[in-house]
Structures are given as C-alpha cells and as structure tokens.
T-cell receptor, first 118, second 115 residues
Framework: EPEVTQTPSHQVTQMGQEVILRCVPI?????FYWYRQILGQKVEFLVS????????KSEIFDDQFSVERPDGSNFTLKIRSTKLEDSAMYFC????????????????FGPGTRLLVL | AQSVTQLGSHVSVSEGALVLLRCNYS??????LFWYVQYPNQGLQLLLK??????LVKGINGFEAEFKKSETSFHLTKPSAHMSDAAEYFC?????????????FGSGTRLSIRP
C-alpha cells in the first residue's frame, strides 16, 4: 500500500541553524501539507501546498518557514534559523484530487520527523 | 471557524470493557470528521471518517463512531477493548467546502488498557 515517507526520522540541530525536512508524498497525490506536534500538545496545521503554490498557511508559518517541491517526488519544509520552540514532531501529509480539482478529504500522514533544537 | 473538543485527556478501561472516547465539534459548515490513532513513537493512522451519508461509520480494529448533528458529537466506541488499543486518539474536523482544507485536531485522548 502506498505511503508517505519522511526523512530523517530524527534531527538534532543547534539554535540558529537551518534545517530541511523531507517528505515523499504518495505518488499520485497533488495536495501536500505540513503539520507539527509539540511534545504533549495537539497536532497543528502549518501549511498546505498545491500546484507549486501555498494554498493556506497558519500563523505559525512565519517567514522562518518555507516549503518547496524541488522535483516530482519530494516535498520539503525548511526552517531558516531554528529556535528552541521549533522542537517538535513534524508530519507531512498528502491527499488525492477530486473531480473539479479540489483535495479529497482524507490526508495520509507520514511517520514524522522529530526535530530537537538545542 | 472549526474546532474540536475531546473530553478527557486520559481514559483507562479494563481489557474486554467498552471503550468510549468523546468528541464534540464546532463548525459553521457541514463538517468532515475523523478519528486518528497514534501509537507510541509513530505517525497518525486514520481509524475512520465521516463525510456524508450513513451517520454510523465503521473503521479499522473494530472501532466505530456516530455522527450526531443535533449534539455536534462524533464519539468513538469499541465494544471490547484489547491491550493493543493502548494509544493516543485524536478527533479531527475539516471542511469539504475548501479545495485543500486543513485538518483541525483535538487535544487527544490517551487510552490505557488495564489487564
């Protein structure tokens, strides 16, 4: 069964460093998402992406964050200058397209990347 | 705007007992509702979803949930708990009216199973 994959599974970085989290969505999906889960808290939406553009972003997704689909298979989240409070589990998700171009309601989540900022 | 409230951050039941995890939602448009499960150190797995049609939906691992519009609820149940059901459960809502709707998650309920 197709699945979303994410690399790395764990990343430790120093405050102020740039990190890139990578995701490979399910191959025929066209909508992509990033969510994060700070330890012990709820899963929060960061950004959605379609047709090489951001569809929606949350207030968490400030100028420190960017997303990119550099090729036909990868979807990345970059944090330019990490802060301690960026420590979290980051989930990538993808969804298929319905007739008319909208996203199907079911989002399939990857296993996550646990980011620790020291 | 949409929101989800899960009643009870931690629920403990005996093996073989009924599991009931409560979820209430708020939505200004007809909602799509989900339950996701997260096992320790793993990602989010879809248990079941409600979009339209039958209000009682069945999911994997023997779980089911009923959409009750009048009560704005989508409680998750399982008749007989198994040790392997121990996990964090998230209720979530999205809107079918947007082209790429974000999912709004509840705070989660940690389910423990007593032998």
């Amino acid at each position: 069964e197709p699945e979303v994959t994410q690399t790395p599974s764990h990343q430790v970085t120093q405050m102020g460093q740039e990190v890139i989290l990578r995701c490979v969505p399910i191959s025929n999906h066209l909508y992509f998402y990033w969510y994060r889960q700070i330890l012990g808290q709820k899963v929060e939406f960061l950004v959605s992406f379609y047709n090489n553009e951001i569809s929606e972003k949350s207030e968490i997704f400030d100028d420190q964050f960017s997303v990119e689909r550099p090729d036909g298979s990868n979807f990345t989240l970059k944090i330019r200058s990490t802060k301690l409070e960026d420590s979290a589990m980051y989930f990538c998700a993808s969804s298929d397209v319905v007739l008319g171009g909208g996203a199907k309601e079911t989002q399939y989540f990857g296993p996550g990347t646990r980011l620790l900022v020291l | 705007a949409q929101s989800v409230t899960q009643l009870g951050s931690h629920v403990s039941v005996s093996e073989g007992a009924l599991v009931l995890l409560r979820c209430n939602y708020s939505s200004s448009v007809p909602p799509y509702l989900f339950w996701y499960v997260q096992y320790p150190n793993q990602g989010l797995q879809l248990l079941l979803k409600y979009t339209t049609g039958a209000t009682l939906v069945k999911g994997i691992n023997g779980f089911e949930a009923e959409f009750k519009k009048s009560e704005t609820s989508f409680h998750l149940t399982k008749p007989s708990a198994h040790m392997s059901d121990a996990a964090e459960y998230f209720c979530a809502v999205t809107s079918g009216y947007s082209s790429a709707s974000k999912i709004i998650f509840g705070s989660g309920t940690r389910l423990s199973i007593r032998p």
